[in-house]
């Protein structure tokens, strides 16, 4: 498949899944934490990244066929995700052990 004239670049299109991923983890877990913000997870994504629909899907559909790279590329992320799980594990842990202060 040839890339689409619109083609989101790869590192681009990667950050882009990234953060559906982490919006929707959000959602999934606290819908009322978007929602009091009003952020809709796809509009928030076409405007933070200066595309639209049709250029997100193009894109996917590309680098669908890419086999190996595309795997590369969730891989990536997921390796994003996890280490800022940690992160974030580890915070929770540091507040946990702070006496709470009155």
């Not at 559909?61 to 995700?81: A, P, Q, V």
């Amino acid at each position: 498949m040839e890339p689409p004239e619109d083609l989101i670049e790869e590192s681009v299109f990667s950050d882009i899944l990234y953060d559906i991923a982490v919006l929707k983890a959000v959602h999934s877990t606290s819908p009322a934490t978007l929602e009091s913000q009003g952020i809709l997870i796809m509009p928030y994504i076409y405007e933070k990244y200066d595309v639209d629909s049709l250029q997100l899907i193009n894109s996917n559909k590309y680098y669908s066929t890419l086999g190996d790279r595309y795997f590369k590329l969730f891989e990536s992320i997921e390796t994003r995700l996890a280490e800022k799980s940690e992160v974030i594990d580890s915070l929770r842990a540091e507040a946990a052990s702070k006496p709470l202060r009155m």
